[in-house]
């Protein structure tokens, strides 16, 4: 492999991370942006996304890939038990109380998993495991091409959903003022439960696409993910769609850049280099308006 | 009125739970407290879960014989009592200072992750309780100045050992095999590329390795040394710069729940078909289960198995251990789990030769012990502890791993050396050597 190749190679490895950040920053920001809520547990709805996948995987052996429509259904529904149970009660009650229920739900969850599933590593094997696509010089598995397919067909149909459907403009009305929407007679208490609902289900939807991709997994696997969806947020905007995609990209190629560069230990460092630069230089985020 | 009741009755609770914490820590007659430190929980749960139940096995039957011989002729039962590290540096100091403040064991048995044990040995020192470390493998356990070791016993390779022993047999395996099938000459020097975990016991395998080729004058060089983050599981940007070295091999530091990605997404995403070596905590059912068929050919360094044995003495030994294990778990022992079964009837003949649980005696038996060895192949085959650094000495050996379909998992053959193998190194048929020059 020459030199063009490699760095070829290194691209298309931060393109695939950079899937299943965008997919979990972007869940994390349409909460964020309509509720204003910060949940720090939101890797724990990608880990139990991964699981669901994984056990109708091993019960059933559907392809996962199919798996991953009943697992985002799943999380819309879990989702939403915990936006009413938990979140709801402390709504408008001060940041603290959000940071310490979303860190209980942490452990709440990953003991939860743990003793459902152990905490045993496991993995899934995808059934295109071990097809490549000679592309140029570079090796292309299957399996990545298919993450890259599902995400950028997940983010059309979000898209669609919340520029054409009356919910999604309700969603986007009380994301840019939620005084707003109530005096228009939006009924912002179910906009949070489906906003809270569908950024599960994108989260579960990164975990499906974590595990296919050959991934191992326990239940500890959400919490790096979920400090980089931050970072990648607060990186491209707090609240925007576009910001946490174009993050997500950035983040996937400045971390796989910097493991080759830099070498491996510098590969959650540069994240967080990079966040403090944009912060430093644009504290709004690269698409974030001022007051967010 | 009703807040001195309150204050009253939280006294009085407090105080009932106080007599009862006391009434745990007071040791009943006839009885040893042995402390298991082991990860029961987080990314290392699967080998601390076999430390666990190994030492389990290894105490039921030290009290099935009878138990332990004190100085005044009674007989003491072994009571385990665990502590879970967490896989975590803050919980192995929550477990070491539990264990022995709380539960008051007369001696401590196991500990995985050097960066998890190193963190609480400064409780270790403080308390001067006998520590029998059985699966962090760094050297700096024992040789560390920071603080004071004397307590601690080393009973497992460390890192400066095997990457000793597989540098050498590499050179003398390896490097012949390979350059036999690109038909180069003898003198062709080895392309060897290392991965490793950024802590104590990655780097301690990339120092020895280092060291090993300049001190031995060996024809390997070391053409990438790539690390990663503990826990990481995505490999393939350090791959992807490992294949454009061309390596004939790559040396792995890394845990079981890291070395079976590594070679996955190396064989399947890379196309990197070449010979994978890895450390000895690789020895375990589970990594045999995830690498799979792409973990045929790969090198485990090694000194027990749950799928083989060596020919020799330890052979009935072996298979009688993991035999008593299957029986109550259901599942075959790992490595790990050998050094703490072994680790547990260390404890107790220490403790039966002091005569009594005296911490300075104790620790006093463990630095004159000689035992001969139980289920692992020692040096001298007796179970004995350096005069400087308080390290046992192992005979390691190196296995290969092939695929069976039927299973859908790995097996292993011991290769090297030739005391205790079962068959021959071979390359597999697959496999792409860097280059010819």
Known sequence: ?292 | MKYPVIFIAILLITAFFAGCTQQQATAAPGVIKIGVIASLTGPASNVGTNMWQSAQVAADKVNADGGVTLKDGSKAQLKLIVGDDESTQQGGQKAATKLITDDKVDILVGGYSSAVTSAYEQTIAEYKIPYIVTGASSPIITHRTDIDTSYIFHHCPTTDTYGQYTTMFIDQVVRPAVNKKLGASADRPFRLALLYQDTAFGKGIQTAVNDTIVKNNLKIILISQQSFRMGESDFRTQLTAIKATNPDAVYLGAFPNEGAPIITQARRDIGLNTIFLNAENNDNAQFYKDVGQYGEGAIIESRFSPYTAPAGAVADSQNMFKQSYFTRFGAYPDMMGASTYEGVFIAAKAIANAGTTDKATVRQALVDLKMPQIIEVMKDQTISFSPDFRESTFDLWMEQLSYNATLGETRPVIVWPDNLKTTDFTLPSWYMAGSSS
């Open chain 1, 1 to 292: 492999m020459d030199n063009m190749g490699v760095f070829l190679q290194i691209i298309f490895w931060g393109l695939y991370a950079g899937c299943i950040y965008i997919l979990l920053a972007t869940g994390l920001n349409l909460i964020f942006g309509v509720m204003k809520t910060v949940n720090f547990a939101h890797g724990e709805f990608l880990m139990l996304g991964a699981y669901i996948t994984a056990t109708i995987f091993f019960l059933t052996g559907i392809n996962p890939y199919l798996i991953i429509l009943l697992s985002m259904l799943a999380l819309i529904g879990i989702g939403a038990v915990v936006e009413r149970f938990c979140f709801r009660p402390i709504l408008g009650t001060g940041k603290l109380n959000e940071i310490f229920l979303s860190i209980g739900l942490i452990y709440i969850f990953q003991n939860g998993a743990a003793m459902i599933w152990t905490d045993e590593w496991q993995s899934v094997k995808s059934p295109y495991d071990g097809i490549t696509i000679p592309v140029g010089s570079l090796f292309v598995p299957l399996d990545y091409i298919l993450i890259m397919v599902f995400t950028a067909a997940i983010l059309c149909g979000l898209y669609l959903f919340l520029n054409r459907t009356t919910i999604g403009m309700q969603m986007r009305a009380t994301s840019q003022n939620r005084k707003g929407a109530m005096l228009v007679g939006i009924n912002v208490e179910r906009i949070d439960i489906i906003s809270f609902g569908m950024g599960c289900s994108l989260a579960a939807a990164a975990g499906t696409l974590w595990i296919v991709s050959g991934q191992i997994f326990n239940p500890y696997m959400g919490s790096i993910p979920a400090i980089k969806a931050f970072a990648i947020i607060i990186l491209g905007g707090l609240g925007s769609i576009p910001g946490a995609i174009i993050g997500g990209l950035l983040m996937g190629l400045a971390e796989n850049g910097a493991a080759f560069l830099l070498g491996g230990i510098w590969k959650d460092a540069i994240s967080f280099v990079i966040l403090i630069i944009v912060l430093v230089v644009r504290p709004t985020g690269l698409f974030g308006e001022k007051g967010e």
